[in-house]
């Protein structure tokens, strides 16, 4: 008879355990699920680069700024105008980041001067990486200055 009893409560306790290790296991699967999710999430919404290319333009403004984050901020003026909304014109301005101090020390001498430059350009903006001047547009991040197109066009470059 005792083993009988025994055989019983072996039954009863298997089928428990068996689920709360299929629990256990879902839990963890989701988990994972969810962490990989948000990481595919947060890739293509702050590393991803949207797009790349040239810009060519003369060097208006070019400093470094930051309360928490020091970074380098730069603005160039591109040929030709924009419209801004009904009757406005504005000038075409590229507003972008650097990230590479060498490359900002050069930046920082060639103010004034036509330049033709590589930029990289990420969804979102990260507060390491520079200003989010374009929010609709995302962060402008330049690499390389690819030329000098001319080192002092006007005398101060306008």
Known sequence: MS???????????KPVVKK??????RLVLVSLGVVLLLGVIGYFK????YSEGTRVGILYK???????????EGEMVLPGVRSKG????????????????ELANVLMNSQGMELELHYSNYNN????????YNEDEGQYI?????????????????
């Open 46 to 49: 702050y590393y991803f680069v």
């Open 142 to 158: 330049v690499d390389a200055l690819i030329k000098v197109k001319d080192e002092n066009p006007n005398g101060y470059g306008l």
């Open 86 to 101: 009904t009757g406005g014109v504005n000038s075409n301005m590229f507003k972008f980041s650097v990230s590479d101090e």
């Open 20 to 25: 709360k290790f299929i629990w256990r296991k």
């Open 62 to 72: 070019f400093s470094k700024k930051g309360t928490f984050f020091k970074t380098y």
């Open 125 to 132: 903006a990260l507060p390491w990486r520079g200003d989010n």
């Open 3 to 13: 083993e009988e009893i025994n055989r019983n409560t072996e039954r009863v306790n």
